[in-house]
């Protein structure tokens, strides 16, 4: 049994579960893509983190004995050097996680600037397509399978949650799953997504300082605690998506393919507002409660 740090948390990690694969993190400097760049080298695996933040993605490769390559993803060469690099480094890819994406301000769909929504696009979907495509090749001729894990998000499922541009783009994120799935299962490489719901991320901190440029943190996370998910009010966390991701790269999760995970406290899958009568009748329970 290993004890290791995570994050200013102790985590207990019995059986490492990706011990000696070659995994690419894009977007992976910080945020979900950099917790889950250090949950998969505390599970064994040899990681490059792929970023145009070049300062943060050097510390944390450094940090977890990795490499860092600066990579813009919707541009396709950037993608193919970053996974070039890991076979260089360790001869393999095992697993490819697709995480980099960007917001967008929204607008209405009659004045919409399709400038800024080809940028989204770009980054969004093609940084997949590139991430999916190259991924692909270097894992069918290493002959052994892999992983190929992508960020969408619940924006994808329920109107309302993001911007148009964004919407698209993650819907397609998902669409692309499946349908890749089916070419390259044929190769024992399986295609999975992750779909986050309100997970207090920089990306989140950055749509609320859109609106509210001194917002903090802790106001963040309060806001989107009282509505975000059916579990005591919580907002998500980046170690809740890096251990979801973490098992989709797995041999554990070896016969799941094509499929896309919501991870959202169950926020989609019922009416929130039914959670603050639970909590009020809870509330009046425990007062009523002699001890």
Not at 62 to 80: A, L
Not at 193 to 218: N, Q, W
Not at 225 to 254: K, M, Y
Request: glycine content about 12%.
């Amino acid at each position: 049994m290993e004890q290791n740090g995570h994050d200013g948390d102790a985590h207990i990690i019995t059986t490492k579960r990706l011990m000696n694969k070659v995994a690419v993190v894009t977007g992976g400097a910080r945020g979900i893509g950099g917790a889950t760049a250090k949950l998969m080298a505390e599970h064994g695996a040899h990681v490059v983190v792929a970023d145009i933040l070049d300062d943060l993605g050097t510390i944390l490769a450094n940090s977890i004995n990795g490499r860092f390559v600066h990579c813009d993803v919707s541009i396709e060469s950037d993608v193919e050097a970053a996974i070039q690099l890991a076979i260089t480094w360790k001869g393999k890819l095992d697993i490819m996680y697709n995480n980099a994406g960007i917001g967008d301000e929204g607008g209405s769909i009659t004045t919409l600037d399709m400038k800024r929504i080809s940028k989204v696009i770009g980054v969004n979907m093609y940084g997949v397509l590139h991430g999916t495509k190259h991924a692909a090749r270097a894992m069918i001729k290493g002959g052994k399978g892999g992983s190929i894990i992508n960020s969408s998000s619940t924006a994808a499922i329920m109107g309302g949650l993001g911007s148009h541009a964004y919407t698209i783009t993650k819907e397609g994120i998902c669409g692309l799953t499946r349908s890749s799935s089916c070419e390259l299962g044929t190769y024992g490489i399986r295609v999975n997504c992750v779909l986050p719901h309100a997970v207090l991320s920089d990306m989140l901190v950055d749509a609320y300082r859109g609106f509210e440029k001194d917002i903090t943190v802790e106001e963040v996370e309060r806001k989107m605690g009282e509505n975000a998910s059916l579990l005591t009010g919580r907002c998500g966390s980046v170690d809740d998506i890096a251990h979801a991701v973490c098992f989709l790269a797995s041999d554990e999760s070896g016969f799941i393919t094509g499929h896309n995970l919501v991870i959202d406290g169950g926020y989609t899958t019922s009416s929130i507002n039914m959670t603050f009568i639970y909590r009020n009748k809870k509330t009046e329970s425990d007062e009523d409660d002699p001890s």
